[in-house]
Structures are given as C-alpha cells and as structure tokens.
C-alpha cells in the first residue's frame, strides 16, 4: 500500500472523507460544475430607455448559441437535480453545467425561455421577490433612467463632485461612476444618494413599464422545468445588515418562494456576490434558512469533490465575447479570464 493510498483510506474512514470519496465516486469523470452567469438577454439597439444595456450579458442570438453549444457538449441541469447527483439518486454522463440568470428580468421569459425550450435545457432563475410583477427599478436601472432622461448637464454630488452629463457619451461615464460609488456605501446612503440624484436630475418617475418577471411568467417557466432560486427580498448588500434584517432578507425570501412555488428552492445568489458583499457570517445565513447551493459572482469553475456549494464560482457571460471567446472561457476558465 502506498503512502497515497494510505492517507485515501484514512480520509476515508472520516466523517468528511466518507462524504469526499462519495463525491469523487460521483464525479469521477465529470469533476467539475460550471455555472455561467446572465442578466438579461436582449437586443442593445432595442433598449428601453430604463434599463441599463449594461446588464445585457447576451443578443438573442448569442444566447442561441451559447445554449446551442452547451446543450451538445454538457449536461445542463438545474440545483435541484445537482442535489439529486450528490444524494446518488440520479447520475450524470456528461460535464454538468447550470445556467444562472440573475434578478429575474422580464425578458428571461420573452427571449430567454423560448430558446431554453428550443434546445430543451433548464436554467435557473435567481428572483428578488419585492420587485416580482412591480412597477420597479432595481437601484441601478433607476440611476441610468434618470441620468439619460434629464435635461439637466450637470450633476453636483459632495460624493462625486461634478460629473457632466451633456452628451451620450457622459450620461454612460457618469452613470458608471455613479453606479461604482453606490455599490460601495452603505445601503441607508445609497437611499440618501439616490432621493438628492432623482432631486437634482428632475425627471418625472417612469410609468407604464415592467422590468420583471410577473407571477403568471414564473409559474408557465416553473412548470416547464425552470428552476427559481433566492436573491433576497429587496436586493441589498448583506453584510450591512443586522442579523434580524438578514434573517428576514435571505429566510424570509425562501419561505416566501416556497409557499409560491410549492416546492423548496434549493438555491441563493448573493446580491453583488463578490468582495465587501459576502462573508462567513452571510455564508452561515444562508446555510442555516437551508439552502443547499449559493452562487457568488467570483470568476471560476468548482472543481469536486473540494468545492464549498455554499460559496460558488461562476463565469459572467459579456456581449463583448464572440462565440469562440464563450466556448474557450467555459473550456480554460483558469486561462480565458476577463
Ligand atoms: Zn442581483
């Protein structure tokens, strides 16, 4: 028996290595997870004028591609069948492969879905419930709302000093910096900044639009094997939050979704998903309303058995990227970066 053999049959016999040797059993050939990441998928040149083109991750027809591409070549499943995998009641032939769409945008149903459906794959759905069926922007839609539809050319903020917002060109870089800004200050000063913009810029509130999904889309993609995940109630920075707010952002949204969808989502993505907007304590939040999976937006693939479900690597998806560049960054994640 070699030393390596010796030190597999101890972590074997432990507690964690039992669970280990299970996983690597499982995933023996398909040893790793990938998770790419989407917002919205839509034309650029079809843009609405209060949403940020921005958080377009793909055209319909790179979309088409990409899950053409992904369909052929990987096993696209869902969380709740990964949870299958790992509990041994369903086995994979091929490199698994979830796809993730962020906040829950209306046009995941218009554009999104049909092309799903197309190449029969899932996806999963990471909803914010406040704004389901709303008349709502999300903060930052809010700012690029503001910014391209104000007559005023300058905007004064004690936090940015003044930005130029003349031309098309100054609305995109001010509304960058100030999207960059409000991620980082607390979420109370992020309502203060946003009443003295929306003051400042003058602009009447938006009416007649919605930017999400409303119940009656979720529960046609629901039916049809879309899976629908946490992404809180309101969408705030969690680390800021007291553990009561916390409780009720991440424990509340899951209890609320399962109610709604009768059946328990198995998964969260956290909001911002990077840096100063995840940390143990979120990490625990999450474990303990008993979701089994947590997306953060870090760049990466899960190698198994070593990954942690609860802390998990994805690959943003850009418009930038021509198809090559996607299948190359799903291949060499560790090489194609951004
Ligand atoms: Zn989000």
Redesign the pocket.
Known sequence: MTKRDLAAGILCYSGMGLLQCRLERIFSRNHKIIIPAY?RIAEHNAEADYLDPELISATPEQFENQVKYLAKNYEVITFAQLSEVLEGKRELKRTPVIITL??GYKDNFDIAWPILKKYGVPATI?I?WDYIGQQKLFWWDYIYYLVQNTKVKNLKLAESGTLAIATNQEKSEAKNKIIALLKEVKNQHRIKILNKISEILNVPEPSDFRATLNWNEIHQMAEYGIEFGG?TLS?PILTELTDEDLQREIGKSKELLEGALKTEPVSF?Y???QGHAVDRRIVAAVRQAGFKFATTACHGVNNLPSCDFLSLYRLRVSPQDNQIVFQERIHFPQVITY
């Open positions: 917002h962020d906040d990471f914010t992404h969408h993505c909001p911002v998903g």
